[in-house]
């Protein structure tokens, strides 16, 4: 029997069951509150997936459809006096002779029209660029001049958008933008089966054009790999070391504290501040061009530092003492000790910050728009020297045009915008993963 001090209160003393019976209350209501709990984190993730499933799931139903266009099959009759006045096949003598005149001969030939009438509505039924369609298959096969060729080309972006049913023909003919006679063109080229519906060459292989028809990604996506790969060969390395030198090397003193404040200050400064800096200094200073992708690429480096070196510090911490101590041990020095043993093991951290830089880099618009890549680029670059854009940019200035095909290829951009950025973050954790040791 336990013994009690006689100044203690009854009520302090509990039965045998009396105690059970709290302890049991106790853990039901701890059992209950944990199981709220869970519940309210189940509850957040499933709304976030339905956010996410909804925002995807609108733009896969905008951006799958305009991976694909209709067009045209024409037979072409290939008048080498007409194409190739001086015959040399030069971009000078191809562009003087006359492709849209053929183009539009073989259309009228194929609608048998007559009449100016008649004419300039079918005329309005085919691309501006398919001359330059013409011109492009005649530089690939010179060898068929003089020789007639069926041939597609891209209609029109309104003929498109009659195609897909966002133009009604029970709609007045005063309210489209298409009227009766090339409605009834079109008829005539459904039934005679010269029209098909096709995976979008020019939104793969074309560059930045006002026609919707023609408009591609392919220079924004080359410019936004050529800016990425310039951000990355100066971010990774500079912020590596930068991260090296203040957690291993740099001696602990209000110097040092006052850098470390400001690179964590930098990380929450807005990006277009990083594009202000970039047009003060490497255009306004240095007299460098505008719109290329090295300076793009300098610029989102300076944004992307912040979070490499952030992170990188946090991985070299995360290594355990021990690692450091056995090398000193064992007669390594300080520079061996980091670069052998502390470095190997803290890269698959470091290669966690410059993933989560470069994604960042990669949606960026405001900095770049302050160097001005906002330009109109029709040519795709070819060196990080040349004018150029980038996908965010040019998702940007789409999204802004008011014609319907636009927004389908907007939101096809976004789409392989997403997937560039998938496949990129893939091969990082794959990379990282290569490298990750245990200990």
């Known amino acids: 029997m336990t013994n009690t001090p006689d100044n203690a209160p009854k009520s302090a003393i509990l039965s045998p069951q009396d105690a059970e019976a709290r302890v049991r209350a106790s853990m039901a209501t701890r059992r209950n509150r944990e199981t709220r709990f869970r519940m309210w984190g189940i509850a957040a993730i499933a709304l976030s997936m339905c956010f996410l499933v909804t925002l995807f799931g609108t733009i896969m139903s905008k951006g799958i459809p305009g991976f694909f266009q209709y067009y045209v099959t024409l037979d072409v009759t290939l008048d080498s006096e007409r194409l190739d006045p001086a015959g040399d096949l030069s971009d000078q003598s191809l562009f003087d002779g006359d492709a849209r005149g053929l183009v539009r001969d073989a259309l009228f030939s194929t609608l048998q029209v007559s009449g100016r009438s008649n004419r300039k509505a079918a005329g309005k039924l085919i691309s501006l660029g398919s001359d330059e369609r013409l011109r492009d298959y005649v530089r690939t096969h010179p060898e068929q001049l003089d020789s007639e060729q069926s041939l597609k080309f891209a209609l029109d972006d309104d003929v498109d958008s009659f195609l897909r049913g966002f133009i009604s023909r029970d709609t007045p003919e005063s309210d489209r933008r298409i009227n009766d006679k090339a409605i009834g063109f079109i008829d005539q080229l459904q039934e005679a089966g010269l029209i098909s519906y096709e995976i979008s060459d020019y939104l793969f292989f074309g560059s930045a054009s006002r026609n919707a028809e023609m408009a591609g990604i392919k220079g924004a996506f080359i410019g936004s790999i050529l800016t990425l790969a310039v951000c990355l060969s100066l971010a990774f390395p500079i912020g590596i070391a930068s991260a090296l030198y203040l957690e291993e090397f740099a001696p602990k003193n209000g ?38 992708p090295l300076i793009g690429g300098m610029v989102l480096a300076l944004m992307t530092l912040p979070t490499i070196i952030i992170s990188s510090r946090a991985a070299i911490r995360a290594v355990p003492p021990s ?31 410059t993933i989560i830089g470069m994604a960042q880099a990669l949606g960026e618009t405001a900095p770049l728009l302050m160097i001005g890549m906002v330009a109109f680029i029709v040519d795709i670059p070819g060196s990080i020297t040349d004018p150029g854009t980038v996908l965010p940019v040019q998702i940007f200035m789409w999204a802004d045009f008011a014609e319907r095909m636009f927004i389908q290829k907007t939101s096809s951009a976004i789409m392989v915008l997403l997937a560039f950025l998938v496949v990129m973050n893939s091969f990082a954790v794959w990379l990282r993963k290569k490298l990750e040791r245990r200990w």
Do not use: C, W, Y
């Open 323 to 353: 690692i450091r101590d056995g090398a000193l041990g064992i007669g390594a020095s300080k520079m061996q000790t980091t670069f052998h043993h502390v470095l190997p093991l803290a890269l698959p951290g470091m290669l966690t910050g």
């Open 255 to 292: 110097l040092t504290e006052i850098i470390e404040i400001n690179i964590n200050n930098l990380a929450a400064v807005p990006s277009v501040v990083f594009g202000i800096l970039g047009l003060a200094i490497f255009i306004n200073i240095f007299g460098l061009p505008r719109s290329i």
